[in-house]
């Protein structure tokens, strides 16, 4: 059964450094998203992105973060500096363009540590 | 008033026992629903969608949706331990997902 993927599972940076994670969506998907999860609290949105362009973003996406497709199958999300509170589950999720409920499958996520 | 709100629990039952979870909502723009499953430190899986007010089966789940009410609930029959997880509501009208806190069951063998 084809599955999202995401590397690395955990990284660890220290305050201010710029970290990348990545993201394989299922292959025939159209519409990609970030969320993150900070321990103990909700999944929240982060970004959503369609045709090599961002399509919603929230608060919390601000310019410290951005989003790339850099080839066919990759989906990057990039922290330039990052901070103390950037310490989350980053969950990468996608989505068939043709599907009605906006049925999003979700990354096993990478676990981000800043100190 | 928080745009979704789920009791986060946790609820534990024993084997076979029926587990009820609910959410409200307050954003009436919502047109899809769905419920996730979370096991620790892992990615939510879909597990039922919804769109219309009613009801949805699917083996030992159910799903119903109120719209009148904003009022969504996932039911699962003859629970077993495996069913131990985090229960995610979810709804959308657009891009983006909304969450609730989850709720945390244990079914106890």
């Known amino acids: 059964e084809p599955e999202v993927t995401q590397t690395p599972s955990h990284q660890v940076t220290q305050m201010g450094q710029e970290v990348i994670l990545r993201c394989v969506p299922i292959s025939n998907h159209l519409y990609f998203y970030w969320y993150r999860q900070i321990l103990g609290q909700k999944v929240e949105f982060l970004v959503s992105f369609y045709n090599n362009e961002i399509s919603e973003k929230s608060e919390i996406f601000d310019d410290q973060f951005s989003v790339e497709r850099p080839d066919g199958s990759n989906f990057t999300l990039k922290i330039r500096s990052t901070k103390l509170e950037d310490s989350a589950m980053y969950f990468c999720a996608s989505r068939q363009q043709e599907s009605p409920y906006n049925e999003q499958f979700f990354g096993p996520g990478t676990r981000l540590t800043v100190l | 008033q928080k745009e979704v709100e789920q009791d986060p629990g946790p609820l534990s039952v024993p084997e076979g026992a029926i587990v009820s979870l609910n959410c409200t909502y307050s954003?009436?723009?919502?047109?899809?629903f769905m419920w996730y499953r979370q096991y620790s430190r892992k990615g939510p899986e879909l597990l039922m969608y919804t769109y219309s007010s009613g009801n949805k089966e699917d083996g030992r789940f159910t799903a119903q949706v109120d719209k009148s009410s904003k009022y969504i609930s996932l039911f699962i029959r003859d629970s077993q331990p495996s069913d131990s997880a985090t229960y995610l509501c979810a709804m959308t009208s657009d891009y983006k997902l909304s969450f609730g806190a989850g709720t945390t069951v244990t079914v106890r063998a």
């Open positions: 954003n009436s723009a919502f047109q899809y």
